[in-house]
Every structure is written in C-alpha cells, then in structure tokens.
C-alpha cells in the first residue's frame, strides 16, 4: 500500500507513455501502461508499489508491436479469479497478469514472479486491398462493458465501431458509426448504450437493441476564439480546406449517465453535454492555456473531472454547478508537470489517486 502522508511516485519507462489506466481490483495499487515510440520496439508495462510501498517498480512487461491506442482493466473487482487487460492498436489484445508468488494487491509479492501472458487476440478484417487481400484497419480506441464484463466495443478508422464477444472470441456485431474515422467509444452505465466521437465532428449514441437508428447528441461549430490552439505547423496542410473540427475523446459520467465530456482538435476547451438537452454544451471548461489531450470522470463523483492539456497542466474541475455556469475557468485544483501531458487516468479503486503521463515519464498523485 501507499506510505501514510506520500502525495506523489514516479516511475520512468523507457519510451513516451500513451496508454494509461488502473487496475480496478479493490485496494489495489496497480497501473497497466502502453509506450509511443514510431517504431515496433512498444512495450506493455505493469507497474506496482514496491514492497515497502516507497517506489514504483515495473513487475511485469510484454511486446506490443506497434504503439497501444488504449488499455483498460477488466471491471470484475474481486480479489479473486484472473486479472485481465484489454489493448488495442492494430489488433484488439487480451492479457492476463499472472501472479505465481501471490498476490501483489498489498505489495506481498515477489516482482520476478509476476508475468504478463497473451490469452487471446482478436481480427477485424473488414477491408480488402485492390489485390482483394483483407487487411485489419487499426483500432483507435475501446471500452470495456462494467455490467456485462464479456462485452468490449473498439473503434477504428475505418468508420466502424465493433461489438466483441469474449466468451467466444468473435464479433458480435459491427457497424458503421461515422462518416470518417471513429476516435472513441464508450459504454454508459448499463450494459446496450454506448457513444463514440469521430472525425466527421459529430458524438452519436447508440443502443444495442436498435442499431437501426442513432442520436446524434451534438455536432461541432466552429472553436470558440478564446478557445481555440493554433496547431504545430507541422499538422497543417495548404490541401486541408475541411472546417470540421474533429471531436478527439469522450468520457461517460458513470455516476450520472445523463452527462458526457468531449473536445475539439486544437481547442483548450472541455465539453459538458446532457443527453436530455442534445446539441448544446451544458458547459464549457475553460482554464487550460493550450490543447486538451485527455479527460476523464471521477468514478466515485458525478461533478468532478480530470483534464490534462499541452499546457503541462492536469485540472481537477468541480462541475456541480455546470447547468447555471456556462463558462467554468477556475479549477477545483491544479498540478504542473514538466512537460505537456498525454494521458490522465483516475484510480476506481483508490479514488484519492490520480495518475498523469508525460514523455517517458509516470506520475501518481494523490488528491
């Protein structure tokens, strides 16, 4: 466990940090990590509290070719039974943390005796080439069911979002979701609603029991001015006449469904939305100085949220006054990290932790 009074660990991976989450076994204090680097040299990382609970320490590892779009837990919390994780970049993969000296929930454990073993992975061959060759069209994001745990849903590029069965390892079902790329997905609360974000600008929902039909909760405009990032010069393009602001991420409040945050390309901006009044942000969250690259939902709070931002500052935002404040700019609390930041993740089983990455680099903090 965490020593008494310690706010802050850090742990140093050996390539940039992108995917990030906690592991959600109760009173736990683990973090699956996936590394950025533009070769086939990505890692998979578990990473833990070393025995005395001073520092972090990698206690596990595997090969993941190219770069991890995004890791999750599985959301079974019982101490008990296997320990599973998800990722996804050209394939969805399933994992399984394999402790042979015990458990490792408390730091009881060896490290060398935790290993990081592939159970399964999962092709979405969709597409075929001129040479009429089928091909997997990379994953962008996924989510995993929290009240049906044999369900995950992936995005890709290919404008597809793809229902997964884990008990028989196949496609449930697949549809077309988007008029361009998908970006991300999410479940709700239960266990048949879902939204995704894309390029086409637009956040749809979706029902299992209805895939005829979709809503289409909201639809970009332009980026406010005072919210709006020039974006590297290396991102733009004399061709690129499109005036759709992609929408990037989105993030489902699991302790009120009514309520869904997501941003614009180069916009420093967060987006509240309620799904009773479409169409229209609730609110905006408005205190970061560059463009926002990650946010998530408390999981224990349904008016508080975690953003993290090119700026280097990760934001922690009370929203309980959303629907009389449009415009929110002063945060509940805020950190500075030495660099931009790529990924906020918040611990469901420890909520008091937050963890943040920047570069190669993994921090932990404790609200």
Same mark, same amino acid.
């Given at each position: ?58 206690? #596990?590892?595997?090969?993941?070719? $190219? ?6 837990? @599985?959301?079974?919390? &019982?101490?008990? =039974?296997? %320990? ?92 077309? #979701?988007?008029?361009?790329?998908? $970006? ?6 239960? @266990?048949?609603?879902? &939204?995704?974000? =894309?390029? %086409? ?92 690259? #990650? ?73």
């Amino acid at each position: 466990m965490a020593q008494p009074g310690k706010e802050l660990y850090q742990y140093q991976s050996q390539s940039s940090i992108y995917a990030l989450n906690w592991c959600q076994r109760s009173g736990g204090f683990r973090v699956g990590l996936g590394t950025f680097a533009d070769d086939t040299s990505n890692k998979i990382e578990i990473v833990e509290l070393s025995e005395n609970g001073g520092e972090l320490v990698k206690t #596990a590892e595997a090969d993941h070719t $190219y770069p991890c779009t995004k890791l999750v837990w @599985s959301p079974y919390k &019982a101490a008990t =039974g296997p %320990d599973l994780l998800a990722t996804t970049g050209d394939f969805l993969r399933l994992w399984e943390v394999s402790d042979a000296g015990g458990s490792s929930l408390y730091g009881s454990h060896d490290p060398s005796t935790t290993k990081l073993v592939k159970k399964a992975m999962l092709r979405n061959s969709r597409r075929t080439d001129p040479a009429g060759r089928e091909f997997c069209a990379p994953i962008t994001s996924m989510d995993w069911n929290e009240l049906d745990p044999n369900m995950i849903i992936t995005s890709s590029i290919d404008t597809t979002c793809t229902v997964w069965d884990l008990t028989t390892l196949q496609a449930k079902t697949q549809l077309i #979701a988007h008029d361009r790329e998908v $970006y991300d997905v999410a479940w709700t609360r239960g @266990s048949d609603v879902f &939204a995704s974000v =894309g390029a %086409d600008g637009s956040l749809r929902m979706f029902d299992l029991r209805n895939l005829e039909h979709s809503t289409i909760l909201y639809e970009v405009g332009p980026v406010p001015q005072e919210s709006k990032v020039a974006p590297p010069t290396s991102q733009t393009s004399p061709d690129d006449k499109s005036d759709i602001q992609p929408l990037l991420r989105l993030s489902w409040n699991k302790q009120d469904p009514n309520y869904i945050a997501t941003f614009q390309t180069d916009s420093s901006a967060v987006l509240i939305l309620d799904i009773r009044v479409p169409a229209i942000p609730v609110c905006e969250l408005r205190g970061h100085g560059a463009a926002v690259t #990650a946010m998530t939902w408390a999981p224990h709070s349904s008016t508080h949220l975690c953003s993290g931002a090119d700026d280097s500052q990760t934001l922690v935002w009370d929203v309980s006054q959303a629907s009389k404040e449009k415009h929110i700019e002063e945060p509940l609390l805020a950190y500075g990290a030495p660099a931009p930041v790529n990924q906020v993740a918040w611990s469901s089983a420890s909520p008091d932790w937050i963890a943040i990455a920047y570069g190669r680099t993994m921090e932990t903090l404790r609200i």
